[in-house]
Structure formats: structure tokens, C-alpha cells
């Protein structure tokens, strides 16, 4: 507060108050209002101290906004770090039950196929065996179809003989 009472020499109440004592009110206009030069100087640099203070502002909540992020990332490795563990040994899990199912389906298939092949006529004839096969393939089972001159084909392991009798049968 400036106390700027007139030409008075008097000292007043308010002036023993106020944080300056004017000897006029011009004086005290003077000392209120800065210099017309000083404050066009003020003015001038404000836009560039208003810029750095942005800028500085800006780049500060850019920091904050980093940080924040880089929280939640770990914040988040944190949760979905157990449960892609948990996926994992899930996955590891199934695909041994896979494995353990298909070799139980192999086992089966090699089982099957054993006893094919002990069914097999081909096993048979891998015994030392043949087969007497007319024509059209079917399977001559008596002598009465092996009249002498009768052409046949004999059926081996490893492939088939042709044949034609030539004597009378039992």
C-alpha cells in the first residue's frame, strides 16, 4: 500500500501503515505504474517465457505419461506374466496327453495288424502253402475241379505259378 495524502508535511495515520510514504499523488502514480519503455520490454518477452513455460509443462507431463505407461507394462507383465506361465504348462500338458493318445492308437493298430496278418491267407502262404485258383480267381478246393488238362493257377508267397494237370485224381 503507497500513502500519498497531498503537499501536507503533516504525517497521517495512513501513512504510518503504508509500505511506501509518496510525497504527492503524482509521486505515488510514479512509483504504482512502471515506465512506459519497461513494461513494452515486459510485454515483449512474455510470448517466449510463455512458450519455455509450456514447453516445460508439456514435457513434463510427457515424462509423467512415459513413466505412467512404463508402470503399466510392468503392472501388466506382472498379471499376465503367471497366466501365460500357466498357458504354457496347460499347452505342455495337452500335447503329452496327444502324444500318450496317439501311441495308445499306434499300439492298437500294430495289435490289429498282427492279428491281420495271423489271419491273412498270405501268412499262410508265406508258411510254405499255395492255393489252386480257377479261372476268374476262385479257389479250387476239390479234386473234381482238377480234371486232367484243367489249366489253374498256383497261388505262392511271392507271386503265381501257371499249372494244367495231367493225370487222373484221387
Not at 85 to 94: F, L, N, S, V
Not at 100 to 105: A, I, N, T
Not at 143 to 155: C, K, N, S, Y
Amino acid at each position: 500500500m503507497i500513502s500519498a495524502v497531498g503537499h501536507e508535511i503533516d504525517v497521517t495515520i495512513a501513512d504510518l501503515v503504508a509500505d511506501h510514504r509518496a510525497p504527492t499523488p503524482s509521486a505515488a502514480a510514479e512509483a504504482v505504474v512502471q515506465d512506459g519503455v519497461v513494461l513494452r520490454d515486459a510485454l515483449r518477452v512474455l510470448p517466449a517465457r510463455l512458450s519455455r513455460a509450456l514447453r516445460g509443462a508439456v514435457e513434463r507431463r510427457g515424462r509423467r505419461i512415459v513413466d505412467a505407461g512404463a508402470r503399466l507394462q510392468r503392472a501388466m507383465r506382472g498379471r499376465i506374466g503367471p497366466v501365460h506361465d500357466r498357458i504354457g504348462r496347460a499347452g505342455e500338458r495337452m500335447e503329452r496327453a496327444v502324444e500318450r493318445r496317439v501311441e495308445r492308437r499306434r499300439q492298437m493298430v500294430a495289435r490289429s495288424r498282427e492279428k491281420l496278418d495271423a489271419l491273412s491267407p498270405l501268412a499262410v502262404l508265406g508258411r510254405g502253402y499255395a492255393v489252386a485258383l480257377g479261372e476268374g480267381g476262385h479257389v479250387l478246393r476239390r479234386t473234381a475241379e482238377l480234371r486232367p488238362g484243367t489249366d489253374f493257377v498256383l497261388r505262392v508267397a511271392d507271386g503265381q505259378v501257371d499249372c494244367r494237370t495231367t493225370g487222373e485224381g484221387a
